[in-house]
């Protein structure tokens, strides 16, 4: 049982984040990590934020596949509003893409040093960047699917990630290096997608059941001992 992944449900993550005396409260999205071969466009968790209101929060970084957001913020330009529609653009496991409407708070090129822990002289090129601001949360994307591992990337773009509430992350295990060192707690919310470690949450078809861990309840839980023990 102690195998057993148990996010955070969303909206218990992102209240609890809001609710905090102080941040950063990191929300790492497991199930929309690129690094596990999702998209990391994810909308489940964007829209909670948007719809309970959070402030001082970072989401990020949203893949903008087709560019169609991305370029729609740089014709608006910095300051100015601007109405796109965001995320769910590769399939809808993650889900449905998003209309939001925003302040474009600034544009970058997508080039920057890492400065570790992990990666550290790395060269990164994500292409064009920008930020929305969405009344309080900060919406990064990124031409190029990026996971954010370097606390470089939100200061390369005049975010310093230390004073915010709320950074949501796409991603599993990396980020952890970094962010660990600041985040005043760290929460894995159980968003749905293919990189989802909680195996119970897929749609299974051609499964014997019951199964673990699917049907964990079920199952007597075995202490393990070790050959030497008496």
Known sequence: ????????????????????????YVLADIANNPGWGAAADGTVLLGAMVDMKAKNAVLGSMWDRDGQAIAKAVEVGVGKKVTVKVGGKVDDLHGAPLEVTGTVEFIHDGRWLGKGPMGAGVKHENGTTVGIDLDGTLLIMTEKRVQITDLEFYRVLGVEPSEKQILVVFSSVHYRAAHDPIAKKIIEVDTPGIASPRLAGYPWKNLKRPIFPLDAETFDVVEWKSMTDE
């Open 1 to 24: 049982m102690d195998f057993l992944v148990r996010p955070m449900p969303v909206r218990e993550a992102v209240r609890t984040a809001i609710e905090a005396p102080e941040g950063p």
